[in-house]
């Protein structure tokens, strides 16, 4: 069966940095893509990154310089380390496995439960 | 990055109406888009995907058609289980888009 669970959510001040885990089972995350796709209170869905099986990593404008995904295939863990964070990024961040045919033609499978991070003073 | 369109952004119904969703592409996407179900606090559930292909264990009631552009998701006779934000999503390339999303909620 497989299964993502977040962990590492929490509250950390503007400008602070928080690492987040999506440890996965059920599937191997080297031969799949994961992705990270936030949720901010009452708002809709934002895609964030992105880790292919090549490993290249592909991320949203808004955080681009600040974010970095990471996988660690001994724990089939995917990681997504934030830097500078901001109050507007105030969210749910889930992580997910895609799936499609192409390169680039993926959606979103499985889904974990999702952790809250918090940015505020 | 492509625009995604949904609407309406709520929908009232009742158990038993057909409704649709619209969803518009800022860009031509060919068939990549899905369509997921959310409920308030869970993660959002994929159910369509290549703009009518019905995931693994979806009620037949949902459906999904279009190409290009214009997109819709029909459930043919809504039940209790369908009431949520439902969410459209390009996957034409990375920088993957959502719609806002279209609540479906009780009459």
């Known amino acids: 069966e497989v299964q993502l669970v977040e962990s590492g959510g929490g509250l950390v001040q503007p400008g602070g940095s928080l690492r987040l885990s999506c440890a996965a089972s059920?599937?191997?995350?080297?031969?799949?893509?994961v992705t990270w796709v936030r949720q901010a209170p009452g708002k809709g869905l934002e895609w964030v990154s992105v880790?292919?099986?090549?490993?290249?990593?592909y991320y949203a404008d808004s955080v681009k310089g600040r974010f970095t995904i990471s996988r660690d295939n001994s724990k089939n863990t995917v990681y997504l380390q934030m830097n500078n964070l901001r109050a507007e990024e105030t969210a749910v961040y889930y992580c997910?496995?895609?799936?499609?045919?192409?390169?680039?033609?993926?959606?979103?499978?499985?889904w974990g439960q999702g952790t809250l991070v918090t940015v505020s003073s | 990055d492509i625009q995604m369109t949904q609407s309406p952004s709520t929908l009232s119904a009742s158990v038993g109406d057909r409704v649709t969703i619209t969803c518009r592409a800022s860009?031509?996407?060919?068939?990549?888009l899905a369509w997921y179900q959310q409920k308030p606090g869970r993660a959002p559930k994929l159910l369509i995907f290549?703009?009518?292909r019905l995931e693994t264990g979806v009620p037949s009631r949902l459906s999904g058609s279009g190409s290009g552009t214009e997109f819709t998701l029909t459930i043919s006779s809504l039940q209790p289980d369908d009431f949520a934000t439902y969410y459209c999503?390009?996957?034409?390339?990375?920088?993957?888009?959502f719609g806002q999303g279209t609540k479906v909620d009780i009459k």
């Open positions: 290549e703009a009518s």
């Open positions: 880790i292919y099986t090549d490993g290249r990593t």
């Open positions: 999503q390009q996957y034409k390339s990375y920088s993957w888009t």
């Open positions: 860009e031509t996407i060919n068939s990549w």
């Open positions: 997910a496995r895609a799936r499609g045919d192409g390169y680039n033609h993926k959606f979103f499978d499985y």
């Open positions: 059920g599937f191997i995350v080297t031969y799949n893509y």
